[in-house]
């Protein structure tokens, strides 16, 4: 079974918002990583969260890990346009690395 | 700087013919894997390398096979198609281990008919 698993599914918001989707995971991790992937496209990597990291920040993007509740959630503030992508959470088990199904966001402007 | 090319972009093939996807990078990374995405699926690693020589499976290894003659090279080869081999493969390339940063090719895009 696959060790990460996104929520919410897909999403819609208005440019300027906010736009925040949780991936849960099932096992110990060593770090976990958020990737965008636009239609067609391979994956970019936006962000590595460590094991013994809480928050993270990269420009727009905030990062959040809670190894007690194997979960992260992936923030990004006053969205735009081109944020409209799919977003992936990934975690390094140590001798695996998975992928979860994704959220899909739409931005509309 | 051209990063993680994949050839070709496109292929359809019948059931049980054989074929390798190409990847090659640029970056001198030691790193570099094989995914596959399917639809409605998160992208599930095939096989990775750790380096020239160096090859694993990862969680999806049936029905392929690799090899790492060289650090910028790693070719993907299906011995004998099958129908659940249709798929989008992507190939990738870390610089500092296998499961770290991931710099993605632009994928392959295969039918197996």
């Known amino acids: ?109 | 700087n051209a990063g993680v090319t994949q050839t070709p972009k496109f292929q359809v093939l019948k059931t049980g013919q054989s074929m390798t996807l190409q990847c090659a990078q640029d970056m001198n990374h030691e790193y570099m894997s094989w995914y596959r995405q399917d639809p409605g699926m998160g992208l599930r690693l095939i096989h990775y390398s750790v380096g020239a020589g160096i090859t694993d499976q990862g969680e999806v290894p049936n029905g392929y096979n690799v090899s790492r003659s060289t650090t910028e090279d790693f070719p993907l080869r299906l011995l004998s198609a099958a129908p659940s081999q249709t798929s989008v493969y992507f190939c990738a390339s870390n610089p500092t281990g296998p499961f770290t940063e991931a710099f993605f090719g632009q994928g392959t895009r295969l039918t197996v008919v």
């Not at chain 1, 991790?29 to 094991?51: D, E, T």
């Not at chain 1, 990269?58 to 006053?78: E, F, H, N, P, Q």
């Not at chain 1, 992936?88 to 959220?103: L, M, R, S, V």
Request: hydrophobic share 30%.
């Open chain 1, 1 to 109: 079974s696959q060790q990460g698993e996104e929520d919410p599914q897909a999403l819609s918001i208005q440019e300027g918002e906010n736009a925040t989707m949780n991936c849960s995971y099932k096992t110990s991790i060593n770090n976990l990583q958020w990737y965008r992937q636009n239609s067609g496209r391979g994956l970019v990597h936006l962000i590595l969260i460590r094991s013994n990291e809480r928050e993270k920040h990269s420009g727009r993007l905030r990062v959040t890990l809670d190894t007690s509740k194997k979960s992260s959630s992936l923030l990004i503030t006053a969205s735009r346009a081109a944020d409209t992508a799919s977003y992936f959470c990934a975690t390094d088990t140590g001798n695996q690395f998975y992928f979860g199904t994704g959220t899909s966001l739409t931005v509309i402007p």
